[in-house]
């Protein structure tokens, strides 16, 4: 039989067991994306900031790949998460004791499995919207559709053009990936419809991504499985240099010290490892 009659497409799918946290860091450029190109459709910018003039959560903000991004376009961002990666506060999304502080936008990349759990509690709570980076495979589905998009279809579905690369547990770089993503946004003032809008993200890795990213995320690059970081990975000897933090990032782009190109990080991180 050819192997390829039986495949099962393992390549598009993001497979998790029931109690994985899922975790999936998000390419900066690609939230950048979102703020640039999807949120202007509903919010304005304040010109004397240059930002929008609101508060934003990411509930599931992991290392900060996301929150960090958004700051860049909002005053005000929370982070939380239910593990400690390091960055943010730690907190239960959905706990039902969970306290959590009513905010203009509630933004992240959810797990997979828990996506309408995560959906349908921001929405309770966000006082103006909600913006949810999902798998294409999230909008299929008759258990979600009933529960979710039947019930509450979307504002709008706002799809990239290009891959988004995401990896388990670190952002890689130079990340390949056959997953489709996408984003799912509810706007409260918007009046619903039956059948929501679709619109196309252009192109922007190149354009978004910025030299001091690795710097601030912690970016790696795509290792071959021989190389000794990978080997110590496997052998379960896992390490990784501390990330460096706002005031670092901004000391090392004064002193003009940052690499310039993806080529001058990769040259750069081969030389640590």
């Given at each position: 039989m050819n192997a390829r009659t039986s495949s099962t497409a393992v390549m598009a799918r993001r497979v998790e067991s029931a109690d994985s946290l899922d975790y999936f860091p998000t390419p900066p450029w690609s939230t950048r994306a979102f703020c640039t190109y999807v949120l202007p459709r509903f919010e304005l910018l304040d010109p004397a900031t240059g930002l929008f003039p609101l508060m934003a959560i990411d509930p599931a903000c992991g290392e900060g790949h996301m929150a960090l991004a958004l700051r860049e376009f909002f005053p005000v961002v929370t982070?939380?998460?239910?593990?400690?990666?390091?960055?943010?506060?730690?907190?239960?999304?959905?706990?039902?004791?969970?306290?959590?502080?009513?905010?203009?936008?509630?933004?992240?990349?959810?797990?997979?499995?828990?996506?309408?759990?995560?959906?349908?509690?921001?929405?309770?709570?966000?006082?103006?919207?909600?913006?949810?980076?999902?798998?294409?495979?999230?909008?299929?589905?008759?258990?979600?559709?009933?529960?979710?998009?039947?019930?509450?279809?979307?504002?709008?579905?706002?799809?990239?053009?290009?891959?988004?690369?995401?990896h388990r547990g670190r952002w890689v770089i130079d990340g390949k990936s056959a997953t489709a993503y996408c984003w799912l946004v509810w706007h409260k003032p918007t009046p619903r419809a039956p059948d929501p809008?679709?619109?196309?993200?252009?192109?922007?890795?190149?354009?978004?991504?910025?030299?001091?990213?690795?710097?601030?995320?912690?970016g790696c690059m795509d290792l071959p499985k021989t190389h000794r970081a990978m080997v110590l990975a496997e052998q379960g000897k896992k390490y990784r240099e501390p990330v460096l933090t706002l005031a670092q990032v901004r000391a090392e782009a004064a002193a003009k010290r940052y690499p310039a190109s993806i080529g001058d990080i990769a040259r750069e991180l081969g030389a640590l490892l």
């Open positions: 982070a939380t998460d239910i593990f400690d990666y390091g960055f943010g506060g730690v907190a239960d999304f959905l706990h039902p004791d969970h306290a959590q502080a009513p905010r203009d936008w509630i933004i992240t990349n959810p797990p997979f499995n828990l996506g309408p759990d995560f959906i349908l509690h921001a929405l309770d709570i966000a006082r103006r919207g909600v913006a949810m980076l999902v798998r294409i495979a999230f909008l299929e589905g008759e258990g979600r559709y009933a529960r979710l998009f039947k019930r509450t279809p979307p504002s709008l579905i706002a799809q990239y053009v290009e891959r988004v690369p995401m809008p679709f619109m196309w993200i252009p192109k922007s890795r190149v354009a978004l991504s910025r030299p001091d990213d690795w710097l601030r995320f912690g």
